[in-house]
């Protein structure tokens, strides 16, 4: 026996804040990921952290399946690793629990991202729930650049006072750039302001940021073939934000292998 499942992590969020008096965030999905593998070929736990040992420890697998966990997903900068492992690990555990309960029992070890639900949504980090679907235009390249250090994700998750008055069922990008300045107040970020008016110049369709990490998303148009010029005009001219990658949006989900 052998089930291998991969979850998406995150380049931050597209919105983080308050939605009717409850804690919301937008996830944003991209094509980096946790994998998990649960099988009987060979013994013991690999890869995982205290959070998903606190996950292993509600699944009560057999003693005789080993697990392994492998990322793509670097730590504390607010990329939706622990999301990711959670959710990789409980799926792979068990195909037949849904998303909802699966977000439901990460909410229980610590605010969640919901990269695992199908496509974007509107979630309630804190219970789980699921509130929406949103549509997006397109599937955009992200470039995500990085402030440096890590952040204890505990400490600043959800910290976000951004007040949503009203939540289309489109993605709504001034939204996003809204929710990316209200959160300096938070977390702040320096020249945030500036990085979003030059990229936006030079053709990004919008900016967003890890509410509690220290990435930033600048996105473009998946057609867009001088993408990676502007990728480096963006470095040189802010030379104290590191490029780490170029990827893409793509559908939230479990991705598995049977």
């Given at each position: 026996?052998?089930?291998?499942?991969?979850?998406?992590?995150?380049?931050?969020?597209?919105?983080?804040?308050f939605f009717r008096g409850a804690p919301i965030l937008i996830t944003c999905p991209i094509e980096k990921f946790t994998t998990v593998t649960i099988s009987d070929e060979f013994n013991g736990v690999a890869g995982l952290g205290e959070k998903s040992l606190a996950m292993l420890r509600k699944l009560h697998l057999p003693k005789n399946l080993g697990v392994r966990l492998t990322t793509e997903l670097p730590r504390g900068k607010g990329m939706a690793s622990s999301s990711a492992d959670l959710a990789a690990l409980a799926k792979a555990a068990d195909f037949d629990?849904?998303?909802?309960?699966?977000?439901?029992?990460a909410s229980s070890i610590e605010p969640t991202d919901g990269t695992f639900?199908?496509?974007?949504?509107?979630?309630?980090?804190?219970?789980?729930?699921?509130?929406k679907n949103i549509r997006v235009a397109e599937k955009y390249a992200v470039a995500i650049f990085d402030y440096g250090g890590e952040i204890d994700t505990l400490k600043f998750n959800r910290r976000s006072n951004f007040q949503i008055s009203s939540l289309d069922e489109n993605l709504n990008l001034e939204m996003v750039e809204k929710s990316a300045l209200a959160n300096q107040e938070i977390l702040y970020k320096p020249n945030l302001r500036e990085i979003i008016s030059f990229a936006k110049k030079i053709g990004a369709v919008t900016v967003n940021v890890a509410h509690s990490g220290t990435v930033i998303g600048i996105f473009f148009h998946a057609g867009d073939?001088?993408?990676?010029?502007?990728?480096?005009?963006i470095a040189a001219r802010f030379d104290f934000v590191k490029f780490m990658m170029k990827t893409r949006l793509i559908d939230g989900g479990f991705y598995a292998e049977i």
């Open positions: 026996m052998r089930r291998t499942v991969k979850v998406p992590g995150s380049c931050g969020e597209f919105v983080q804040g629990l849904s998303a909802e309960k699966i977000s439901e029992m639900f199908s496509g974007v949504v509107a979630m309630n980090p804190v219970t789980g729930k699921l509130i073939l001088n993408i990676d010029a502007k990728i480096a005009e």
